[in-house]
């Protein structure tokens, strides 16, 4: 494989950059990504967490559980 053509690979490269969440309540937050594992447990710094397009919460720093993570996609 190319490099860059694993999905962690892909994560890796987008470290340090604003990244969305699309959780499977409905939720998506957007932020920094800082961190992450292989099971896709993300930490985002200077998260929002948006509803219907909306800012609803300003949280800083965030970790969410990979099982709770529907699309990753750069914001």
Known sequence: MDEGSRP???LNHARGKN???DLKNGVSYIGKLKAFDIHINIVLEDAEERKDGTVTRKLGT?????DTITIISPA
């Open 8 to 10: 962690l690979d892909t």
């Open 19 to 21: 990244v969305m969440l």
């Open 62 to 66: 965030v970790f969410v559980r990979g």
